[in-house]
């Protein structure tokens, strides 16, 4: 599904190579702690041109939650007032928990991670509160723009001081495994749905080496279990979007446990 319009913002994703390659070249010595890299005072503005400030965020996603209507769209936090953090992670935690029992029941044969590597540590959670708000902007477009560079290049700019979020997107790949891990058969089966505003280019239609349409969003990528939320998420830009249907790909990156968990009610 396309809505058009006159003016266009063109989109990057990249081939199938580049899902193989993945993050692990620039992930595993993050230079700073996710502490350092939120409190840089930096400020960024969200597509409806509400400004948010790097120190603010950090320092609401270690406090108490609390409802905020102002947010683009929807209110933040809505059914999480007064949580703290040790809150919000031992309500992961458990069920994480819970999940694995259910799935231990049903097949005795299902891998699973070990105990000391199921649940979501304080970093994690801070990680997931931070990327499942406004900072998400940030973060992805670190991702995005590292995606289009290679060798060391690459890893030059995505170490660097006054750029990295290597940090925060390292706690976020370890929390999107846990979470993935904890996913049930039926869950993991059913289609995903996810909205981009920007226009596609015509190579992005065009049949790889195996012979299928195949695009790498080099960012973490949000989905919906229903096309509902998208399309009224993308018909009211001014730019060219599309809704996009998979079974497979996006679910690593949005379990249905961790929207559950974890909302993201700031877009």
């Known amino acids: 599904m396309l809505f058009r319009s ?30 350092q890299e939120w409190q840089r005072s930096f400020m960024w503005t969200d597509h409806a041109g509400v400004k ?3 120190e603010e965020e950090w320092e609401y ?17 809505e059914k999480n007032g007064g949580m703290s953090v040790v809150q919000f992670c031992d309500r992961i935690n458990a069920r994480i928990a819970e999940r694995r029992e259910k ?13 000391a590597n199921a649940f979501l540590t304080r970093e994690e959670v801070l990680a997931v509160r931070l990327y499942s708000g406004p900072a998400y902007q940030p973060v992805n477009r670190f991702l995005r723009e590292i ?18 979020f290597t940090a925060t997107v390292a706690h976020l790949c370890r929390a999107i495994r846990k979470l993935s891990a904890i996913t049930l058969p039926e869950e993991a ?29 080099t960012a973490f990528m949000s989905t919906s279990c229903t096309t509902k939320s998208m399309s009224s998420s993308t018909s009211s830009c001014r730019t060219p ?3 996009a249907h998979d079974r497979n790909a996006s679910r690593n990156a949005c379990a249905p446990s961790a929207l559950d968990l974890f909302p993201t009610p700031t877009r």
């Open 241 to 243: 979007s599309a809704v």
């Open 189 to 217: 089966s059913s289609p995903l749905y996810r909205g981009v505003r920007g226009e596609l280019p015509d190579s992005f239609w065009v049949r790889g080496e195996l012979g299928m349409v195949c695009a790498t969003d």
């Open 103 to 115: 799935l231990k029941q049903m097949s005795p044969d299902t891998p699973m991670p070990s105990e």
């Open 61 to 77: 996603v270690n406090g108490e939650a609390v409802p905020a209507a102002d947010k683009t769209p929807g209110t933040r936090d």
């Open 147 to 164: 995606g289009n560079l290679a060798g060391g290049f690459r890893r030059l700019v995505a170490t660097h001081p006054a750029a990295t």
């Open 6 to 35: 006159d003016e266009s913002t063109s989109l990057y994703y990249g081939a199938r190579q580049t899902y193989i390659d993945g993050l692990n070249d620039i992930l595993h010595k993050p230079i700073l702690t996710m502490q």
């Open 52 to 54: 948010y400030r790097s």
